[in-house]
């Protein structure tokens, strides 16, 4: 299912590659840290989404001014579409936060997110607000905004909706209300008694821009040269943001390098506009403390610094640390302290690690972590102290370049929290996830295990701390390194996800199975149960518990005359057991790419159950997948048998066996082939085929690679974003309509997150446009469904989303693809 990515980053001298690597260290990137010290000064970017952020300008705040700099996405792109796999939704949201980090480890800014989901495209920031739950957002970048203490906020876009997402104008208008909010001790006072204080940043600039149809860039901005070439990165600020934005590949958004002079424009909306320089009337140096002595060592430390040697740098760094300690503490003290213990660790040229001897570890077992301490320099080091999951190890000294290592067992308890990103510990409520946690608010993940590491370094105690990892060596890529998940001792999975009774066929009872499989072992009586909204079903109990790694699956008759006609019922299950075991609910789903660390999340599997009035006509579907869906699944539930096509597959006569033939989302985005095999696919049309095309895109982003149709039409990028929108039918007697089954505006209902994207427009006159639909105050759209017969078959192209209604066992959805896929002459 997974598409093979490999990402592999140059920066300077060293290599960054996916799955997580070691975090070498060279000494211009020390440099680098160094001149940040006599830096005092943040900004903080806020807009809606990952992939929004000016990396650009992120990369040349971090790296050539050396400001603390900080991006805040309001979601976490959950609603987005996806290039690269079938994934949606929450599993979405889970890849675009890595794809984030990752571009973040690349331009040098910190990531921030609030609870908001995100929902799909809205059109107006109104919706937004009222869906997420505008008060609960705005408390959630006040909070992040006292945090951070940022000197300037930036935003993508601006207020009054150039920046044409509903999601964007939201982003932007509570920005500015968090502007002042965050100042105002009167507003979330929680936050206050909680050991924030007040903030007041100094300005609020739009970062304007010119891409799309849309120039909101004037020469009369305020405008900043972001082109620069930076020696200790070996690059410009042009290539380091086409590396950062290449990370988020899950939208397709690789994009080349650019070189030379690069402005930004900028217009104040709040504050005074500046005019010579971003941080006018702004002191980002020592002086904002008082204290110029500070500024004056950290000069003589960069003047002394020898990239040879960077050890030679830990007397003054020692010095330096002890000067920071006798001063107040204060934001910047202890920002600039904590900078210098990080520096301390990489010039002494430490290798500190915890790996654990497996990927998965289970609640109520025992785990073998390895402690590897290494003196590669030869610094002073002495005292090392690490503490990992209650457990201790000592050292007194660490001599030169020597492996001093350590086996540490422990016994899990069986109460041990699983791993789980913490945004879906209580899963999602009215627009956003429930977060219960303040502390938590704009975090961007969270470690379950931490190894911390305390040591003296040139006569000044400091302490680190490393994620417990799991290291691995792969035959191709190499070293790799992934998180470390700690699951539930028993996962349990319900299949199949979607199951569909017909009342016209005589099929009148099939099963629901649900697969459970120990991770450790599990002794005396496992008593499994199917979970409805009406009642528990007692499953066959499994005597005698099960061994590791043991898998036992258990079944479950439905009957058809369970539900009602149009009828949906969602199962899922639990199992008990002897000896204190808790009730035991959960799954575990991975994601996994090669360009992001392998991700991991538990959840209740479940088996939704639809007895539909449905009829089929045809059975032999082939379907040429695209970017990813898992409309296949669908259409086997629905009766279809279905045959997944590769190039090497489209010749005729071969397709001729198939009653119709299904491309899958952005099919024509992404293969290329296809332009080649227009010919056969327009003549298996003309014999008497059904060829159904979901929609594709066609921008800069998401070009068209292939002719798609008889005849010619456009793809805009109109689209119904309001899942109810009313559905008026242009062509209520077209078969499409009508046969096998009637459809009618019940089959409209439930629909989940939008109606349709994507349009065809400028349609040749031999289509016939089937339906038209509008969101709220906008006009008709007719373009979501046309059909052109052609030869002996028929060619449809649609964007209504079938991709999304399917999986989610909208009734409707199903009827109507039956009739989409039916062919002419049974029509």
């Not at 590791?548 to 369970?562: L, N, P």
Request: overall charge neutral; charged content about 20%.
């Amino acid at each position: 299912m997974k598409k093979q990515l490999l990402t592999c980053l140059a920066m300077g001298i060293f290599l960054i590659c996916h799955a997580q690597p070691n975090n070498y260290v060279h000494s211009a990137a020390i440099l680098q840290r160094m001149q940040k010290l006599n830096v005092l000064g943040s900004v903080l970017y806020i807009a809606a989404h990952p992939d929004d952020e000016n990396t650009r300008l992120l990369g040349y705040l971090a790296n050539e001014r050396h400001y603390r700099t900080g991006y805040l996405s309001l979601t976490r792109g959950d609603g987005g579409q996806n290039l690269i796999g079938d994934e949606q939704g929450i599993d979405l949201g889970l890849i675009r936060t890595q794809e984030l980090l990752a571009a973040r480890r690349v331009d040098g800014a910190e990531q921030f997110f609030t609870s908001a989901f995100d929902f799909g495209y809205s059109k107006s920031p109104e919706e937004a607000l009222l869906i997420w739950g505008k008060e609960q957002i705005l408390s959630e970048m006040v909070w992040v905004i006292r945090q951070f203490k940022p000197d300037i906020i930036i935003t993508r876009f601006p207020t009054t909706g150039e920046g044409g997402h509903g999601h964007h104008t939201a982003s932007a208008l509570l920005a500015v209300e968090a502007f002042d909010a965050a100042a105002d001790p009167g507003r979330f006072p929680e936050q206050i008694k909680a050991g924030l204080s007040v903030w007041q940043a100094k300005r609020m600039l739009w970062n304007t821009f010119n891409f799309g149809n849309t120039n909101t860039q004037r020469e009369d901005q305020f405008k900043l040269n972001v082109g620069q070439f930076n020696p200790l990165m070996g690059m410009s600020y042009g290539e380091v943001a086409a590396i950062s934005r290449s990370q988020h590949k899950s939208q397709g958004f690789g994009v080349p390098s650019q070189r030379g002079t690069i402005y930004e424009y900028f217009s104040a909306l709040k504050g005074n506009q500046p005019v010579a320089d971003i941080m006018e009337d702004i002191v980002t140096g020592w002086q904002r403390l008082g204290n110029t002595n500070i500024e004056k060592k950290v000069a003589s430390i960069i003047d002394a610094y020898k990239v040879q040697s960077p050890q030679s740098s830990l007397a003054g760094l020692a010095e330096l640390h002890r000067l920071l300690s006798d001063l107040p503490a204060s934001y910047w003290r202890d920002r600039k302290k904590q900078e210098v213990e990080e520096l301390m660790v990489d010039c002494s040229g430490l290798f500190l690690e915890a790996i654990s001897g497996k990927q998965l570890q289970v609640t109520g077992d025992s785990m073998r972590i390895s402690l590897l301490a290494n003196n590669r320099l030869g610094a002073p080091v002495s005292r090392l102290k690490v503490e990992v999951l209650g457990k201790i190890w000592t050292l007194e000294s660490l001599p030169a370049n020597q492996n001093k290592s350590e086996q540490i067992k422990l016994l899990l308890p069986a109460d041990f929290s699983p791993s789980q990103p913490f945004w879906l510990e209580r899963g999602l409520h009215n627009g956003r996830f429930v977060i219960d946690d303040p502390a938590l608010t704009g975090m961007a993940q969270t470690e379950t295990a931490m190894a911390v590491f305390s040591l003296n370094i040139a006569g000044r105690d400091i302490q680190v701390k490393k994620p417990v990892r799991f290291k691995y060596t792969d035959p191709v890529k190499g070293e790799l390194i992934q998180p470390v998940q700690f699951v539930q001792p028993l996962l349990i999975n319900v299949s199949p996800s979607l199951l569909i009774f017909s009342d016209h066929d005589t099929v009148n009872t099939k099963k629901i199975q649900v697969s459970i499989q120990a991770k450790r072992g599990l002794q005396g009586q496992l008593k499994p149960f199917l979970l409805s909204d009406k009642d528990d079903m007692v499953m066959p109990v499994i005597e005698g518990g099960l061994q590791s790694m043991q898998q036992q699956i258990v079944s479950y008759d439905i009957k058809k005359s369970q539900l009602p006609l149009n009828g949906k019922q969602t199962f899922r299950a639990r199992v008990t057991g002897d000896a204190g075991l808790k009730p035991q609910y959960h799954a575990l789903r991975k994601i996994s790419y090669d360009h992001i660390p392998e991700i991991y999340y538990h959840f209740a599997d479940q088996a939704t159950v639809l007895r539909l009035d449905l009829k089929i006509s045809g059975r032999r579907i082939g379907y040429i997948e695209g970017a990813g869906d898992r409309v296949p699944e669908a259409l086997e539930q629905m009766g279809y048998d279905v045959t997944i096509l590769k190039e090497s597959d489209i010749s005729m006569p071969s397709l001729l066996q198939f009653d119709a033939l299904v491309t899958g989302v952005r099919a024509y985005n992404v293969h290329e082939w296809l332009t080649v095999k227009y010919d056969v696919l327009m003549n298996y049309v003309r014999e008497g085929g059904v060829l159904l095309c979901q929609y594709n895109t066609n921008s800069g982003i998401g070009p068209l690679k292939a002719n798609i149709a008889p005849y010619p039409f456009q793809i805009s990028r109109n689209r119904i974003t309001d899942e109810q929108a009313p559905v008026k039918f242009l062509k209520p007697d077209h078969p499409v309509l009508n046969t096998p089954n009637k459809i009618n505006q019940s089959d409209f209902s439930g629909w989940v997150q939008e109606r349709s994207v994507y349009h065809a427009e400028q349609a040749d006159p031999a289509y016939s446009a089937i339906i038209s639909m509008n969101d709220p105050g906008e006009k008709e759209h007719n373009g979501a469904l046309i059909v052109a017969d052609y030869g002996k078959g028929r060619f449809i192209y649609t964007g209504l989303s079938l991709f999304r209604q399917l999986p989610a066992a909208v009734p409707g959805a199903f009827r109507l693809l039956a009739n989409l896929l039916a062919k002419p002459n049974t029509r």
